[in-house]
């Protein structure tokens, strides 16, 4: 069974420019969350996609949105990229959308963004 | 909020070496706790997800334990292998089923 697939795997902006990362979810997954790892730290939620609908929002400037579509795959978008935006793009899925649940979350290899 | 505290931020042992990695959060109201391994520059790979009803989970050499009263959590490996090298976080949840990491404990393994 595929896991969570993410693309690209790495790419390269300069500052201004805009960035679209995509994300599939395991087969069965209506629950995608982004996170944001910069190197040397653990990852900070952005956003929570449930059934297409934002259902969380991280602390992060209104340049990050995200939305999801009907086969519950994702993209993330990133406007007016800075430098600080360099870090590594994490997706997860899930079953569910609360963690009373089981709540597991399912990690993809990452998009590693690079802002020159 | 929750904050996640992990300790120590590096540990490096000998092969065959049983070992604890030890995690703290503040917010003690979780359903669940999940650790995850990360290998240099990639995603994240789960381990072990203790749900608030258990106190101890198990995956072959792997042994979680949890106790919300005190708001920790521990990671035991058992005889490491320098395959086990890796940064291991700890993650407890909010209830919108959003992580909140610690800074993970950085581990080598020597042959």
Redesign the interface.
Known sequence: DAGVTQSPTHLIKTRGQHVTLRCSPISGHKSVSWYQQVLGQGPQFIFQYYEKEERGRGNFPDRFSARQFPNYSSELNVNALLLGDSALYLCASSLYRTSYNTGELFFGEGSRLTVL | KQE?TQIPAALSVPEGENLVLNCSFTDSA???L?W?RQDP??????LL?I?SSQREQTSGRLNASLDKSSGRSTLYIAASQPGDSATY?C?A????????????TRLTVIP
Not at chain 2, 41 to 46: E, F, P, R
Not at chain 2, 93 to 104: Q, V, W
């Open positions: 996640v979780i359903y669940n999940q995850f520059g990639k995603g994240l790979t789960s997800l749900q976080l993650a949840p909010t209830g919108a089923n959003n992580l909140f990491f610690g800074t993970g």
